[in-house]
C-alpha cells in the first residue's frame, strides 16, 4: 500500500533554533518527493522537489533531503522564525500520471 | 506565475442548498485540476481529477453525483456540493497543474472553508 507517513506530528521549538522534520515513504513507482508549507486556513506552498536522483535541495532557510534507497525524506529549517510556524506536508508523486500521496503533516510551532 | 486562485474563500449555508466554489488558474492554462477535501488536523485528501472538456475522474468513496466537477475552460473549474449536509463541512482545496515546463508541479488554490449548517 503506498503510504507517506510523517513526523513528529507536532512540534514546538523557539524562535532562532533549528529543526528537522522526517518523512518515510512506501511508494512505487516512485517519481519525485515535495514538501509543502500550509499555514492555518491557506492552501499549501511548495518548498521543494526532488526526483529520484537529487539527494538535496534548498529554497533559504529549508534544506530538504532524499535517501531513495531507504525511502526517507527530510526537511531542515535553519534559524526558525515565527513565520514558520504552519504545517509541513510530505507528499509523494508516484505513477505516471503523477498521482500525489500526502503525508499527515507536521504542524510546527514556533515561539519568540 | 503559476497562481491559482478559489472563490469564495468561506461560505455558510444551510443543510439542504447547493453551493459551488470556482477555481481559476489565473496566469497559466491547466488541462487538468484537482480537487482535494481537507478535514481539521488531517491531510489532504484527493475527490477528483478535473480534466478540461471531459467528465472528471472520481476517487472511491466520492460521490459523483453530489460533487458535481465542470472544467469548461482551460482556466476554470468548478465544484459544486449538491444538497449539501452539515458533514459536507470542510475545507475544499483545489490545485492545478502548472503551465509549460512545469507540468509536473500542482500549484494549489488557498482554499474554501465550507460551513453547512
Known amino acids: 500500500k503506498n503510504q507517506v507517513e510523517q513526523s513528529p506530528q507536532s512540534l514546538i521549538i523557539l524562535e532562532g533554533k533549528n529543526c528537522t522534520l522526517q518523512?518515510?515513504?512506501?511508494?512505487?513507482?516512485?517519481?519525485?518527493l515535495r514538501w509543502y508549507k500550509q499555514d492555518t486556513g491557506r492552501g499549501p506552498v511548495s518548498l521543494t522537489i526532488?526526483?529520484?536522483?537529487?539527494n538535496t535541495k534548498s529554497n533559504g532557510r529549508y534544506t530538504a533531503t532524499l535517501d531513495a534507497d531507504t525511502k526517507q525524506s527530510s526537511l531542515h529549517i535553519t534559524a526558525s522564525q515565527l513565520s514558520d510556524s504552519a504545517s509541513y506536508i510530505c507528499?509523494?508523486?508516484?505513477?505516471?500520471?503523477?498521482?500525489?500521496?500526502f503525508g499527515a503533516g507536521t504542524r510546527l510551532a514556533v515561539h519568540p | 506565475g503559476a497562481v491559482v486562485s478559489q472563490h469564495p474563500s468561506r461560505v455558510i449555508c444551510k443543510s439542504g442548498t447547493s453551493v459551488k466554489i470556482e477555481c481559476r488558474s489565473l496566469d497559466f492554462q491547466a488541462t487538468t485540476m484537482f480537487w482535494y477535501r481537507q478535514f481539521p488536523k488531517q491531510s489532504l485528501m484527493l475527490m477528483a481529477t478535473?480534466?478540461?472538456?471531459?467528465?472528471?475522474?472520481?476517487e472511491q468513496g466520492v460521490e459523483k453525483d453530489k460533487f458535481l466537477i465542470n472544467h469548461a475552460s482551460l482556466t476554470l473549474s468548478t465544484l459544486t456540493v449538491t444538497s449539501a449536509h452539515p458533514e459536507d463541512s470542510s475545507f475544499y482545496i483545489c490545485?492545478?497543474?502548472?503551465?509549460?515546463?512545469?507540468?509536473?508541479?500542482?500549484?494549489f488554490g488557498p482554499g474554501t472553508r465550507l460551513t453547512v449548517l
Open positions: 507528499v509523494v508523486s508516484w505513477g505516471n500520471y503523477n498521482k500525489l500521496i
Open positions: 478535473s480534466n478540461e472538456g471531459s467528465k472528471a475522474t472520481y
Open positions: 490545485s492545478a497543474n502548472g503551465g509549460g515546463r512545469d507540468t509536473d508541479t500542482q500549484y
Open positions: 518523512c518515510n515513504y512506501t511508494v512505487s513507482p516512485f517519481s519525485n
Open positions: 526532488m526526483t529520484f536522483s537529487e
